[in-house]
């Protein structure tokens, strides 16, 4: 058990929605790629293993519209392990969707449907991340439907591989509701999640992530409960995110990020934040945009982030009393696109 939570804080844990293909082309091709110098510090001790310079991410990804109504969207990163020694799990997405009027269907290796600002943006985009980010294995083959109530709001109820299957039992699912929601200065993504993270055993996750946009400032706030039967359901284990940003013109961005996960049960049902959790972490960060064109963008950044209490996962990053210092640059290059 212990190599398997091990596995899942080292090798996953790399989260962003699909967005919902908008466009008009057969095809669209983008590759981006972020390459970063990093230096982390425990307790005062440079962890080497750790630091120095790293090729982060190096994806391509590829939308089109095969028909009216029928879209597809595939995301495959390249320099993602493959657990099972296939080139399928380093997929990060590919489905396709179908869209009829208010209803749309979509089948295919998807993003489990769960909540939160932090979760739901590209792994490319964010620095520093809570304990449950670091640990949560999120792309899953399944299906979903959803159903946009108005303009401004849509449910999804989703059927997927358990986040915590093996390769021994596959037979494990996961069974998601969200609400994506824009009403003025407030966006939602909030989901009910239940989870089987043995056979016929089950966690539960309510997550609910909350923005807030006023002119060129805005507040991201993600809380997060979890539950599994014999358990007190609220505060016992849950992971608070929260990032505050300015953006002062299209060329920067600053941002300040706190988060707080704990897990005061002794069930073995959370594989992400695992029991005698109790691990704060808080830092700042900038971002500079050079660049941006239709070709691409060019994006350089710099960020500090320091954590202290204690993570009962001793193959995080952070720990207690850890510290990390990051700079980098990513660039994302539109390769090619076919008009019909």
């Known amino acids: 058990m212990r190599s398997l939570l091990a596995f899942f804080g ?24 972020r390459l970063d110098y990093q230096r982390d510090w425990n307790d005062g001790d440079v962890v080497k293993d ?13 939308d089109g519209k095969i028909t009216d109504g029928l ?4 995301r495959q990163r390249l320099n993602k392990t493959h ?36 979760y739901d943006r590209a792994p490319i985009d964010l620095y520093s991340c809570s304990v449950f980010w670091n640990n949560i294995p999120c792309y899953q083959i399944g299906g979903s439907i959803s159903y946009r109530t108005s303009a ?15 390769t021994a039992d596959r037979d494990m699912y996961a069974y998601n509701l969200m609400w994506n929601s824009h009403h ?21 996750y309510l997550a609910l992530g909350n923005k807030f946009t006023v002119r060129k400032v805005s507040l991201e706030l993600d809380l997060m409960n979890r539950a599994s039967s014999h358990q007190t359901f609220f505060l016992r284990d849950m992971s608070v995110m929260g990032e505050l940003s300015y953006v ?18 002794d069930s073995s049902a959370d594989f992400c934040v695992l ?66």
Request: hydrophobic residues 40%.
């Open 275 to 340: 029991p005698g959790t109790e691990l704060k972490m808080a830092g700042a960060g900038v971002e500079f945009f050079p660049l941006v064109g239709k070709l691409g963008s060019l994006r350089l950044h710099a960020n500090i982030f320091y954590s202290w209490g204690k993570n009962g996962n001793d193959a995080d990053v952070m720990q207690n009393k850890s510290m990390l210092v990051d700079c980098g640059i990513k660039w994302n290059m539109n390769l090619l696109s076919l008009k019909r």
């Open 248 to 265: 002062p013109s299209s060329k920067w961005k600053v941002f300040g990020k706190m988060t707080y996960d704990v897990n005061h049960t």
């Open 71 to 74: 879209t597809y969207s595939w």
């Open 184 to 204: 003025g200065i407030f966006d939602a993504i909030w989901s009910a999640n239940l989870i089987e993270y043995a056979p016929g055993h089950y966690i539960n």
């Open 83 to 118: 657990k099972d020694a296939t080139f399928f799990d380093a997929t990060d997405w590919v489905y396709l969707n179908y869209d009829f009027g208010r209803w749309s269907v979509a089948g295919g290796k998807q993003v489990v449907a769960i909540g939160g600002w932090e």
């Open 152 to 166: 401004s709001d849509k449910l999804t109820l989703q059927l997927c591989e358990s986040p915590f299957h093996s």
């Open 50 to 62: 750790n630091t120095g310079f790293e090729g982060k991410y190096i994806n391509f990804r590829i």
């Open 10 to 33: 080292i090798a996953t844990a790399m989260c962003a929605h699909a967005a919902d293909v908008e466009t008009d082309e057969l095809m669209k091709f983008q590759a981006e790629v």
